[in-house]
């Protein structure tokens, strides 16, 4: 019998929205709980028990999963402090119970997280984890390509892999992927694993891995992957997690082979670097973006502004009224559909109830120094729980109390809490058609084409301030390792790499 834990940790954070994040933004399974959630989603964990059930040698010893509602700001340190006590007192519990020792252990991570008092929680965590298991328990973690690959991580995972794709759509591919690593591991495998560290923040069209000029790199490790390498991919990380060692980097993972390891994983990052100048958005200022929203009105079609700088999913606060305010100000006239996060104004709209005609502000709930708040006049045309099924993945999503406010022209749907954006999930699940409307504010970089880009009669890219602004000279960056393109002018790479091999006598 191998008995295999398994561990979820998984949320992605932007250092510069203000908003801390906190305990309660986790929805947290134990045990059986973990399984029989991750038996309806098409998510890593999923994947990994999709191969772990073709072992009926193999047994799955569920410990923790927390993963969060959406991506926000910084951990808080005492709610960092509580989440980290959960997770490694479920792995004690289950590495100490003597009559079920643990042979191995899958970490399904995100790599982004950051805490006030932590700027690795995902090395952390396998730190300590690599000391309750034993030197000799092998451990093998999934990451979301966004993720921060520290040294930390690589001393104490014995092998790593991540996702191929952008927007992702291999998730459950990957934790199929970790599980086989794992089960090579087991097999008698000895994996060395080659880092390079690139200085560069990637931000933009060109990172879609079906097109996007990224694809050669993720292409040379796919195919690594393909012919036999344990495993080999490229993280670039979120250029919003602004920590010590944000950078973007590659890795290849080999059965013992430390060289093919390091010339393999510099050929990755050659053909990053080759084109990385690329890998930027151009951005639409404003009030540009609002003037071309007016021009298409009377053209017909939809009219697409996608504010990134507020992506929940990337880890903003989601309380931008930006470009509400400047539809406002314009005096726009073609229906327009703006999600945005503000308690008090969804409060205000439940106080009310259907049908009530209310007066409020929106904007600046969360990130006051970013956005000052608008005043709006609308009718509460519907009020949710603000739980749903998401698009693109099944899986429940929490807004918190939701309400559908008409503003006029203006349909803004208000949350209590973030969801992520990059689907049309929130849209759908209160009754809103993003086709039906001259204007949508979509605040996300990038979502499948199907969903909005392909019917769009105008798709913008606009300039807005953020927590996940792609104008990253405009964030502010103090921690990152400098010099690092584009903060910094004439940045060079160094072909460095390093080695990470587990020895256990
Ligand atoms: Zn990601």
Known sequence: MTRILIVECKQEVSTFNPVLGRYD???????????????????????????????????????????????????????????????????????????????????????????????????????????????????????????????????????????????????????????????????????????????????????????GAIRHAVNAAKSLEADGVLSAGLFWGNPFTDVPDLATYSFVVTDGDPALAEREALHIAELFWREHERMYVPLTPLDEAVRIAHEQLPRGGTTILVDAADATSSGASGDSNAILRKLIETHYAGRALIPIVDPPAARAAFDAGIGATITTHVGGAMDPGRFTPVEVTGRVHLMSEGEFRSESFDELWHSGPTAVLLAGNITLVITSRAVSLYDRSLFYAHGQDPQRFDLVVVKSPHCQPHMFKDWAARYVDVDAPGATSANLKRLGHTRCPRPIWPLDEHVTWERRVTIFRRSVA
Not at 66 to 71: D, E, L, N, V
């Open 25 to 211: 933004d986790f929805v947290i399974h134990r045990g059986e709980a973990l399984i029989a959630y991750h038996r309806t989603v098409r998510n890593e964990v999923g994947g990994a028990l999709s191969v772990f059930d073709q072992h009926p040698e193999i047994t799955i010893v569920p410990a923790i999963s927390a993963r969060a509602i959406t991506s926000g700001g910084t951990l808080a340190a005492a709610d960092w402090a509580r989440l980290r006590s959960d997770i490694l007192n479920a792995i004690h519990d289950a590495a100490t119970d003597t009559n079920t020792p643990i042979h191995a252990a899958y970490f399904a991570l995100h790599g982004a997280m950051a805490a006030e008092n932590e700027d690795d929680p995902e090395g952390d965590l396998l730190q300590e984890a690599r000391r309750l298991l034993g030197p000799r328990t092998p451990i093998v973690a999934s990451f979301d390509l966004h993720g921060i690959l520290t040294e930390r991580i690589l001393r104490n995972a014995d092998a790593i892999c991540c996702f191929h794709t952008y927007p992702h759509v291999d998730f459950y591919g990957t934790g199929q992927r970790a599980a086989r690593l794992l089960l090579c591991i087991l097999g008698g495998a000895k994996p060395v694993t080659a880092k390079v560290f690139i200085p560069a923040l990637v931000r933009g069209d060109e990172l879609i891995t079906a097109t």
